[in-house]
């Protein structure tokens, strides 16, 4: 136990170290020429160098935030941003899909073509079964890349037992118990596989989370790019790689979104009923009720 305790405060500690070496030396896990450099990358992006770094940045974001309210609800502020602009995005691949399958199903039905190109000034040609299965990926991106927004939205489903129920303080007690036991965990957790996941299928030799850097490093000198490019089926979508890569960022934005939560949840619970949905941007669409609602807070 004693161990265990002194492993995390060392940790704490060279986070700083850690983070202001990485940032002072950039040429040693950005420049991709490098080999070494490219698997130092790898290796640090679901490493416990990095996790203690962005547990540091919390604890650290956490105490300023309690000592000062004005700039929690800043950072709550900036992050909900990024969430309801990047899922605003994305969400526009929903009317991409549809309208490309529209596309596909008339020119097969009517043209019975074998073939399509899309495309401005330079048109991609490519089997029709290759765009067919490309709608996954926009499907994939409205998912991955629209779910924190749509938290943020009060869009999610949630399973109530007695919550409704429960007293306005003791709402956002659960709230914050939630987050920091169960989302902020299983954001970490996902990435780690998902990380790893995603550069064994664009590297060879094969990183794994098993590894050393030193043992990696060593891996390095036979480094190369080895991108998947293989379809579920003949001519069809080959860059699969894609959505490892939204993982990712789905883990990413939730991990990002859980934090928010946590913060939003705890500033209401101290300021009482009247801050819920405090500065909360909700997208709010033909009711001029909820349009007001919005404008008031």
């Not at 704490?12 to 030396?25: C, E, P, S």
């Not at 602009?85 to 994305?90: E, P």
């Not at 040609?125 to 938290?151: G, H, Q």
Request: glycine residues 6%; charged residues 15%.
């Amino acid at each position: 136990m004693l161990d265990a305790v002194v492993w995390v405060i060392s940790n704490i500690g060279l986070a700083f170290y850690n983070l202001g070496y990485a940032v002072t030396h950039p040429q040693l896990w950005l420049n991709w020429s490098d080999k070494e450099a490219l698997m130092r990358f790898i290796y640090y992006g679901a490493s416990v160098e990095l996790f203690f770094v962005v547990f540091v940045a919390f604890l650290i974001v956490t105490a300023i935030g309690f000592w000062r309210n004005s700039f929690l609800w800043g950072v709550v502020r900036v992050f909900e941003t990024i969430s309801n602009t990047i899922g605003r995005v994305a969400a526009w691949a929903g009317l991409i899909m549809v309208l490309q399958q529209i596309v596909i199903i008339f020119m097969q039905r009517v043209f019975a073509v074998a073939e399509l190109g899309f495309g401005f000034g330079k048109v991609v040609t490519l089997p029709v079964s290759w765009w067919s299965e490309e709608l996954k990926l926009y499907n994939a991106m409205v998912v991955s890349l629209c779910i924190a927004w749509t938290f943020v939205q009060g869009g999610h489903v949630r399973v109530d037992l007695f919550y409704s129920q429960a007293r306005f303080r003791t709402k956002k007690v659960i709230d914050m118990f939630g987050a920091l036991v169960f989302m902020i965990p299983a954001a970490t957790i996902i990435w780690l596989y998902s990380w790893f996941f995603l550069w064994r299928h664009l590297v060879v030799p094969k990183p794994s989370a098993s590894e050393t850097l030193d043992r990696l490093l060593m891996k390095s000198r036979a480094l190369r790019w080895n991108v998947e490019t293989i379809g579920f089926s003949p001519n069809g979508f080959n860059a699969y790689f894609l959505f490892k890569v939204l993982l990712c960022l789905f883990t990413a934005l939730m991990f990002l979104q859980a934090v928010t939560f946590f913060y939003r949840s705890y500033l209401e619970w101290k300021e009482g009923p009247e801050s819920e949905g405090k500065h909360l941007d909700r997208d709010v669409i033909g009711d001029p009720t909820a349009e007001l609602v919005a404008d008031i807070h």
